[in-house]
């Protein structure tokens, strides 16, 4: 059976090492994270054919693009690959317009400027066709650079850094725009980010990239509920993220009733409305456990749960939870632990204020 998506496996020891295999399906969001120097840019231009490592196979629906074994290397020009480079890259003396028609290679100019327009206005840039790269603002570029990603008819989309000169606001409507497209498209995305509400935002697996190394992969629901990796050290607080739908809508109580594989959670309504699929995230140092169901406490949420594991011991201690079908970290002292005798096993409560947890999605800013 023909693979479906992109598989690629880059090893090389110099000029500096990296060594990564993984596999992006069709419908897949792969946030590559990782701090600065870790190989992340490097990952995105051999799979591109910018870079050729020591030892490389990069295969996409099928189509073998490199394969260090045979020799064989594709040709950047005839991979079907829509890459969004960090300064976006566009051609200064070209409009808006001109930039997108510019990856559209050898049809004709009316065909050309048709699907181009196209394009714009699927990321709401109609009206500034003709507009050069000096008059927009770094949003406008910003999707100037992914609607000529997308002409391409890319197989794959690959964005290095394509956020990182926005201010906040302007990047939580960029999400809502991305995310959209990508729906449409169906391709397997990488995005190369070193800040992590991008990868809260966007992605559906999680590929932590350090020192060209992988220490861990997978759906983002597993990576960011795992209790053993040293998240402090990629300047992230651990915290668990996983999806959610709005249930109802409370304007009266100014709270959201979300469900979620964790269980019922109230939020603040913040602008969700019933029925919206969300992402959440829930902070380990937000989790308070108890041992018998509290009451008379300000907190909404009471999560029933049970250890699945305690993380290596110190001051601070993270536990891993099961709630409901899901999990949850939870982030708590040394003393706690051995005062509420925490092992895998031990049936808990899990307590989080509702002001405590991240809601992504609709509503965000």
Same mark, same amino acid.
């Given at each position: ?106 049809? /004709? +100019? !009316?065909?050309?400027?048709? =699907?181009? #327009? $196209? ?7 109609? @009206? ?87 220490? /861990? +992969? !997978?759906?983002?629901?597993? =990576?960011? #509920? $795992? ?7 990629? @300047? ?89 079908? !899901? ?39």
């Amino acid at each position: 059976m023909e693979h479906v998506g992109l598989s690629v496996t880059v090893a090389q020891n110099s000029p500096f090492p990296l060594d990564v295999a993984f596999d992006c399906g069709p419908d897949d969001v792969l946030a590559v994270f990782g701090p600065s120097g870790s190989g992340k840019t490097t990952l995105l231009r051999c799979i591109a054919g910018l870079h050729r490592a020591a030892r490389s196979h990069v295969v996409c629906n099928g189509e073998v693009w490199a394969d260090s074994g045979t020799g064989l290397h594709v040709p950047t020009h005839r991979r079907r690959v829509g890459f969004v480079f960090q300064d976006y890259g566009l051609f200064p003396h070209l409009s808006a317009l001109g930039n997108v028609m510019a990856a559209l290679g050898g049809q /004709a +100019a !009316g065909q050309r400027q048709t =699907v181009a #327009s $196209r394009w714009l206005a699927a990321v709401h840039l109609t @009206g500034l066709e003709s507009r050069r790269p000096d008059s927009l603002s770094g949003g406008q570029r910003q999707r100037v650079a992914l609607a000529r990603a997308l002409a391409r008819d890319p197989q794959v989309l690959l964005l290095d850094e394509p956020f990182g000169a926005i201010d906040r606001a302007l990047r939580g409507r960029l999400h809502g725009a991305l995310d959209e497209v990508r729906r449409q498209l169906r391709v397997p995305v990488l995005l190369v980010t070193h800040d992590f509400r991008d990868v809260v935002r966007l992605a559906t697996h999680v590929l932590l990239l350090e020192g060209g190394r992988c220490p /861990a +992969a !997978g759906p983002i629901e597993e =990576v960011t #509920s $795992r209790a053993d990796l040293p998240w402090e050290r990629y @300047g992230v607080s651990a915290g668990s993220v996983f999806d959610a739908r709005v249930v109802s809508v409370d304007r009266a109580r100014g709270l959201a009733e979300l469900t979620s594989s964790a269980g019922t959670l109230l939020v603040p309504q913040a602008g969700l409305h019933a029925d919206a699929t969300v992402r959440v995230r829930v902070p380990a140092r937000d989790v308070i456990l108890a041992t018998c169901r509290p009451d008379g406490l300000s907190l909404h949420n009471i999560l029933p749960a049970h250890v699945l594991e305690v993380g290596p011991p110190g001051h601070q201690v993270v536990v891993r939870l099961q709630a409901g079908t !899901g999990q949850l970290l939870a982030e708590v002292t040394g003393d706690a632990v051995d005062r509420l005798q925490v092992r895998p096993g031990r049936p808990l409560f899990a307590l989080v204020k509702s002001v405590s947890i991240e809601v992504h999605g609709p509503g965000d800013a």
